[in-house]
T-cell receptor
Framework: AQSVTQLDSHVSVSEGTPVLLRCNYS??????LFWYVQHPNKGLQLLLK??????LVKGINGFEAEFKKSETSFHLTKPSAHMSDAAEYFC??????????FGAGTRLFVKA | EPEVTQTPSHQVTQMGQEVILRCVPI?????FYWYRQILGQKVEFLVS????????KSEIFDDQFSVERPDGSNFTLKIRSTKLEDSAMYFC????????????FGSGTQLSVL
């Protein structure tokens, strides 16, 4: 069975400071891992994905994530937050088949 | 970048009524999905569709739900007799390959059952 846990329901940072959104997964197989972002009243947009190539994955808008098998983690980071980064972020795991499992989401607040 | 289009953006219906949610996936994609997100809860997988048949479905996707690709471009989700607990945001998605590939999501249909 596979599952994904986002460790923080809310994260608040100041503009220009680093962002860390935490995600742990559980999977019986080598998973594919994704981060999606959802801005208010918008659909889900893919930020980045890991599919067993390089463990450090770079995505759009300056985000990146590192796959750490020993820690079963896939945390999302950004060196410097921007006001436009305020949104809901979802960590997603797929370990085969068509069923993709979403985390509960982390809402990122960015203060001016 | 190509988009998945969903209509309508909002749908209000009475309990017990049938609703059809419509989606136009990206034209060269072969795999199609429906997800839903009840307010304040996780995004949940409903069903995946490939080669004109359901390839996988969750326990949520009971006999009240059905999917169809009626004309080679649209992909629909039908709820036969809506219940209050069907109120949610419904997302359509498509991908070229399996769910290991990038999923493209539509902006969702907010369904409100009164």
């Amino acid at each position: 069975a596979q599952s994904v846990t986002q460790l923080d329901s809310h994260v608040s940072v100041s503009e220009g400071t680093p962002v860390l959104l935490r995600c742990n997964y559980s999977s019986s197989y080598s998973p594919s891992l994704f981060w999606y972002v959802q801005h208010p009243n918008k659909g889900l947009q893919l930020l980045l994905k890991y599919t067993s190539a390089a463990t450090l994955v770079k995505g759009i808008n300056g985000f990146e994530a590192e796959f750490k098998k020993s820690e079963t983690s896939f945390h999302l980071t950004k060196p410097s937050a921007h006001m436009s980064d305020a949104a809901e972020y979802f960590c997603v795991v797929n370990a085969g088949g068509f069923k993709t499992i979403f985390g509960a989401g982390t809402r990122l607040f960015v203060k001016a | 970048e190509p988009e998945v289009t969903q209509t309508p953006s909002h749908q209000v219906t009475q309990m017990g009524q049938e609703v059809i949610l419509r989606c136009v996936p990206i034209s060269n994609h072969l795999y199609f999905y429906w997800y839903r997100q009840i307010l304040g809860q996780k995004v949940e997988f409903l069903v995946s569709f490939y080669n004109n048949e359901i390839s996988e479905k969750s326990e949520i996707f009971d006999d009240q739900f059905s999917v169809e690709r009626p004309d080679g471009s649209n992909f629909t989700l039908k709820i036969r007799s809506t219940k209050l607990e069907d109120s949610a945001m419904y997302f359509c998605a498509s991908s070229e390959g399996t769910a290991n590939e990038k999923l493209f999501f539509g902006s969702g249909t907010q369904l409100s059952v009164l």
